[in-house]
């Protein structure tokens, strides 16, 4: 890591040496969120956008001087990254924009964005010599873990903590994976706790992204690679969804990261979309009050974090980019699941999608204009979630092997013209 100064503390400015099991200010404790600190200057006398070019490594490790990370520890063997993007002027029409760039995360190895933070958790555990690492998730970052510790072929395991309400297809990536599975019959904060009582109970490496100090900075990548597919001409907005309020501050870090080394010349305005069900981090964007905890009621689990521990670094990434965060409603995922599916073919879970959604509502009140280029990032495939992606399609046609009856409903759907 001869590009990483130290951890710095959030809260109070205190630094600390980066090995890898530091995850908190020892003077402010929970409030005390660790941030990777990075010598720019002697990055950039060490690398640039032509030796990056000439890089063949096609995922994440390709931005090594930019990860935290020791480069001979040994990677799990899943290629992480270089999802694809697109440029959909269908999509955009439809949101009322004129330019729209859709990154599809959902194509990462276990189908989400979080397997790039989970990536640089097994190389941290394997640095910190952990036989264990375990976390709280939802869905999305357990599979991320198990499915990273799998592939490090190595004695680590996973221990995974989920609430009740996590969904069947996720819950079934863990146990195919290997994973030991704790479904915890409560709702997701009290899941949380339950995992960090065991994790410093037993000592195992911790990989909760909001304790976690290093794996914004696996989630950066989703941006550093945008960047780079972008030509490092950067859009007027970036629009994520927001759960724990991670993956966003991960998107201004990386950013910062590059602006620093001067690889773009600005950081675009960052859109976090939060679902009416749960939405403290707008909330307390909105209203300039300390965050309060809420209900966790939304169809979209992977965002569904009534008290995130990361949302300072979340409120800080919005406030720094100039942007702006907006809530949606259930219905408007599952309006935009169907929608984003039938324009582009990309098949986005409700968390997914929950940012698009976002952007169509941010065009309609004028936050984002017509003309303003955008770019967003689908964070988890639709697989993952098929209860949820049923209730937006509606029913399928049932009928016996038929042709006049066929003929007869394909001409009240208008399938066919009469």
């Known amino acids: 890591m001869k590009y990483v100064k130290n951890l710095k503390c959030t809260n109070c400015g205190q630094t600390y040496e980066a ?39 096609s995922s994440i490790w390709r931005y090594m001087p930019l990860l935290p990370i020791i480069e001979t520890t040994q990677k799990p063997n899943l290629r992480i990254g270089h999802t694809p993007f697109y440029n959909s002027k269908k999509m955009a029409k439809k949101l009322g924009l004129k330019n729209l760039v859709i990154k599809d995360d959902g194509l990462n190895p276990t189908g989400s964005l979080k397997d790039r933070a989970s990536a640089i958790a097994v190389v941290k555990a394997k640095e910190a010599g952990a036989k264990t690492a375990s976390c709280s998730s939802t869905g999305n970052a357990a599979s991320s873990l198990a499915g990273n510790v799998a592939a490090m072929e190595s004695e680590m395991k996973a221990i995974i903590f989920v609430p009740k309400r996590a969904p069947a297809g996720k819950v079934a990536q863990l146990l195919v994976y290997g994973a030991e599975v704790v479904s915890v019959q409560d709702s997701y904060e009290e899941t949380y706790y339950l995992s960090d009582r065991a994790i410093k109970k037993w000592g195992w ?108 670094k ?32 990309i098949f986005g879970e409700p968390a ?66 009469t």
Request: proline content about 2%; charged content about 30%; overall charge negative.
């Open 19 to 57: 090995i890898p099991e530091r995850y908190l200010c020892d003077t402010c404790g929970e409030k005390g969120i660790l941030e990777v600190q990075y010598k720019y200057e002697k990055i950039k006398e060490d690398w640039n956008k032509e030796k990056l070019s000439q890089n063949n490594e």
């Open 205 to 312: 490496y911790n990989r909760n992204a909001a304790i976690n100090p290093y794996l914004v900075e696996g989630k950066k990548t989703a941006v550093l690679e945008l960047a780079e597919q972008l030509n490092w001409d950067m859009p007027d907005w970036v629009v994520f969804s927001v759960g724990d309020g991670c993956t966003i501050a991960g998107a201004y870090k990386g950013f910062y990261d590059l602006e620093q080394i001067g690889f773009i010349k600005n950081i675009p305005k960052l859109l976090g979309v939060q679902a009416e069900g749960c939405a403290p981090i707008t909330k307390s964007f909105k209203t300039g009050k300390k965050l309060e905890v809420t209900e966790e009621n939304t169809i979209a689990d992977s965002i569904a974090v009534g008290s995130p521990s990361n949302y300072k």
């Open 314 to 345: 979340a409120l800080t990434a919005v406030k720094k980019s100039r942007g702006d965060m907006i809530n949606v409603s259930d219905q408007d995922i599952l309006k935009m699941i169907k929608n984003l599916g039938s324009t582009t073919g």
């Open 352 to 417: 997914g999608v929950a940012g698009l959604a976002g952007l169509e509502k941010a065009v309609s009140l004028g936050i984002i204009k017509a003309d303003d280029n955008v770019a967003a990032v689908i964070t988890g495939n639709g697989l993952k979630d098929i209860d949820n992606a049923r209730k937006a399609t509606g029913d399928l046609i049932k009928i016996e092997s038929d042709i006049n009856k066929l003929e007869e409903i394909f001409y009240k759907k208008g399938v066919i013209d």
